[in-house]
């Protein structure tokens, strides 16, 4: 273990308790405990600081850096084992940047990362670096803002290898986890995936869940899918949760802009999805329809697409549109409303000839308007309206 250390001079004056903050890398025991310095906190300062965490399991070696001022200069560094279950950080004030790179496949690990992000405009990336999670491994992610805290921030969690299909990030016989809660300003997050979900051996033992609550501004989510790669087997399921603030936010779930033509997926797992706007005027676009020729979903059995789209309170724009080719053998279960205000929603189904598609449990899918004077719109495919 190595740790670096700056003196430090204090003459006698007035200070602020934030101003008394010192950085610190410092092995900790998990709570609850596991036997030995099963765990890393990370205190950042009251200025902008920068956190890089090299996560290599194949080495059995974690790397923690601080640099305090983001300045290029690794003022606190700490090498301990992979082994390590759980990672704080608390970044305090500052416009702070927090890079988590995975170097190596995990295999039977537990980890757990809690980030708490502070009164700047703060930056969080997660990368998995096309390294897969496998024999067992459960990864949990908790990123959240500090009560009152505001500023701009931006998380992004790749489980893919952004702008790249050189590798894929599978989870198999694993389990994620992910849960962001974001605060005031005006916050940025983005989710990329690109690999297996499950392996198509065991009874659902492979479980992905994300929730993204969005905070009092005008937000955005992303959410980004590579269809060249991504397929959820029968033993899969895949939850994707996201709830608005109470300002405009923007919720879309798509294709990967440089894999936009990419599919079609093979869903013969569960994949959910349940996108809530709650205030303000919102926009929520879910975008599955046919791209360059290619369809969204396909499967070789029966897989389950769930969709849940609510607009709440405002003027809120609604769109959903999903796809599949002559292959699939499909279950959709799709519903849009609109809630209060005067929303516009759009769903459509692209179903190929030849494919096997139901609508359980309702029969259709079911465009809700809800209160107010909407426009619905019904492009194609087996929808009923409804507007009150």
């Known amino acids: 273990m190595h740790r670096k250390t700056r003196s430090r001079f204090f003459r006698p004056s007035l200070e602020t308790l934030e101003s008394r903050w010192t950085p610190t890398i410092t092995p900790i025991d998990c709570n609850p405990d596991v036997v030995g310095n099963d765990s890393v906190r990370i205190l950042g300062t009251a200025g902008a600081d920068r956190v890089i965490i090299n996560d290599n399991p194949g080495a059995d070696t974690v790397t923690y850096q601080h640099d305090v001022g983001n300045n290029g200069t690794i003022d606190f560094a700490l090498t301990t084992s992979a082994l390590d279950y759980c990672v704080e950080v608390d970044l305090l004030a ?90 005031a300003g005006r916050d940025e997050t983005t989710v990329t995936f690109d690999g297996d ?121 609604l769109q959903v549109r999903l796809s599949n080719d002559q292959f699939a053998t499909l279950n959709y279960d799709v519903l849009v409303r609109g809630g209060v205000g005067a929303d516009s929603l759009g769903l459509s189904f692209v179903t190929d000839i030849g494919s096997t598609v139901t609508y359980s449990a309702l029969g259709y899918g079911l465009l809700d308007g809800g209160l107010g004077a909407d426009v619905l719109l019904f492009r194609v495919g087996n929808v009923q309206r409804r507007s009150v």
């Open 197 to 317: 979900i499950g392996d198509g051996a065991g009874d659902f033992d492979t479980a992905v869940d994300i929730a993204i609550s969005l905070g009092t501004e005008d937000d955005k989510f992303t959410g980004l899918f590579d269809f060249s790669f991504f397929d959820i087997f029968n033993d899969g399921q895949v939850a994707l949760f996201v709830n608005g603030g109470s300002h405009n936010d923007q919720i879309r779930v798509q294709r990967h802009p440089s894999f936009a033509a990419s599919g079609p997926a093979s869903i013969e797992g569960v994949f959910d999805l349940f996108l809530q706007g709650r205030y303000g005027n919102d926009l929520i676009d879910v975008d599955f329809n046919t791209a360059g020729g290619n369809d969204a979903f396909t499967s070789s059995q029966l897989g389950n697409i769930r969709v849940r789209v609510t607009g709440d309170d405002g003027n809120d724009n």
């Open 94 to 183: 500052g416009n702070d940047v927090l890079v988590y790179n995975v170097l190596s496949d995990y295999s039977g690990y537990s980890k757990h990362l809690s980030i708490l992000l502070g009164a700047g405009n703060d930056r969080v990336n997660f990368n998995s670096g096309g390294f897969d999670f496998t024999s067992s491994t459960e990864w949990v992610i908790e990123i959240a803002d500090a009560p009152a805290a505001g500023g701009d921030d931006k998380v992004f969690l790749h489980f893919a290898t952004p702008n790249s299909q050189a590798t894929d990030t599978n989870i198999l016989n694993s389990a994620l986890s992910v849960d962001v809660e974001l605060g």
